[in-house]
């Protein structure tokens, strides 16, 4: 019985090949080539994921500021410190917070801040710098690349809008 076993077996095994050097290499060749495509794909995916949470970010951060000016009848402002991070808190004294973006995403505006007041209006550069209303806007992408998203303020209602 035991040799039988080894005779079946030993048999299977004479028909038996492996693949080539040739046939491996090619296999090895194609596979980093799928992996280089999936990889640059890959880049491009999660900036964009970082870009829409920083958009979200500065979105919700603006709503707050206001919502915040309205419930304490107290102006709020947000204000730019740079391409990655901004301030918001009350506009008269108090504790400011400082927001800082993911790491890939930057902030274009010629804004430097802007106040929510109680009555529901905002103010683009309060203290005195005039802005464009149709500039009003802060964008935001990455370093070296055109902007993915903008956020629009509107002076007279204070709604956030992102496009």
């Not at 108090?94 to 930057?106: E, M």
């Not at 010629?110 to 209006?121: E, W």
């Not at 905002?122 to 005195?128: E, I, T, Y």
Request: aromatic letters at 4%; one cysteine or more.
């Amino acid at each position: 019985m035991m040799g039988t076993l080894r005779q079946k077996t030993g048999g299977l095994c004479k028909d038996e090949r492996g693949f080539t050097l040739g046939e491996v290499l090619i296999t090895i060749v194609i596979m980093g080539i799928v992996f280089g495509i999936a990889s640059s794909t890959w880049q491009g995916t999660v900036e964009s994921r970082q870009v829409d949470s920083a958009t979200n970010q500065l979105a919700s951060d603006l709503r707050l500021a206001h919502t915040n000016a309205s419930n304490r009848l107290a102006p709020y402002t947000v204000t730019f410190t740079g391409a990655t991070s901004y301030t918001i808190g009350p506009s008269l004294g108090g504790t400011s917070q400082t927001r800082t973006l993911s790491d890939r995403a930057r902030l274009t505006t010629t804004i430097t801040s802007i106040q929510f007041s109680a009555d529901g209006k905002a103010m683009v550069n309060p203290s005195g710098i005039a802005a464009d209303s149709a500039a009003d806007k802060v964008q935001i992408g990455t370093t070296g690349r055109p902007a993915l998203h903008e956020v629009k303020v509107n002076r007279s209602t204070s709604r956030v809008k992102v496009d």
